[in-house]
């Protein structure tokens, strides 16, 4: 199948073990950050998008964190399953470019669970 | 994926001709994008459209054409200018006002 994993970073955790992806985003004018799940062949997922007016935002066994003073986001995964492997990358809004106020992707990080 | 429909999910074309990438959606969201996927990189914007009849060039339009005559699809032209075109082709959708995408299946356009 399609693999969009090839020349990313990598990230390999024992299942059960929790994961936590970072990100480095661009603009500190940009308010809204998104995290999407891509698995291989199909089209990303939404997980969980956190607002900067905000620090910290959890979902079901996901956790958002962000910290505008050095303009980084990171996931947490919580108890990774096999299901979990993909690759995930972040998005901000963009901010005085792009359109539809549209959104700026991170290339990704390929998670990859060890059984 | 849900209520976007992007078909086929493989296609094969010869150098030199025009291909058209089908994207289809039933969320009644406004905006709808494209955007190519190459390995190791991040999306990067094709075209996008915020309404009936009116769409913008993106970061990479150079080769590509785009019509949005339904508010429901958003063909994409892959014209022979486009220099490199193989790679994997993104459909996603927004609401309006609001800056969350969805994304369709994907299609794999691989190019000889």
């Known amino acids: 199948g399609e693999s969009v994993g090839l020349h990313l970073p990598t990230l390999s955790v024992q299942e059960g073990d929790n994961s936590i992806i970072n990100c480095a985003y661009s603009?500190?004018?940009?308010?809204?950050f998104i995290w999407y799940k891509q698995e291989s062949g199909k089209g990303p997922q939404f997980i969980i998008d956190?607002?900067?007016?905000?620090d910290k935002r959890q979902g079901q066994r996901v956790t958002v964190l962000l910290n505008k003073t050095v303009k980084h986001l990171s996931l947490q995964i919580a108890a990774t399953q096999p299901g979990d492997s993909a690759v995930y990358f972040c998005?901000?809004?963009?901010?005085?470019?792009?359109?539809?106020?549209?959104?700026?992707f991170g290339k990704g990080t390929h998670l990859i669970i060890q059984p | 994926d849900g209520g976007i429909t992007q078909s086929p999910k493989y296609l094969f074309r010869k150098e030199g001709q025009n291909v058209t990438l089908s994207c289809e959606q039933n969320?009644?969201?406004?905006?709808m994008y494209w955007y190519r996927q190459d390995p190791g990189q991040g999306l990067r914007l094709i075209y996008y459209?915020?309404?009936?009849?009116?769409?913008q060039k993106g970061d990479i339009a150079e080769g590509y054409s785009v019509s949005r005559e339904k508010k429901e699809s958003f063909p994409l032209t892959v014209t022979s200018a486009q220099k490199n075109p193989t790679a994997f082709y993104l459909c996603?959708?927004?609401?309006?006002?609001?800056?969350?995408?969805?994304f369709g299946p994907g299609t794999r356009l691989t190019v000889t």
């Open positions: 996603a959708t927004s609401s309006g006002g609001r800056y969350e995408q969805y």
């Open positions: 603009n500190s004018a940009s308010d809204y």
């Open positions: 956190i607002r900067s007016n905000m």
């Open positions: 998005a901000e809004n963009t901010v005085g470019g792009g359109g539809a106020d549209g959104l700026t």
């Open positions: 969320l009644n969201h406004d905006a």
């Open positions: 459209s915020q309404i009936v009849n009116d769409f």
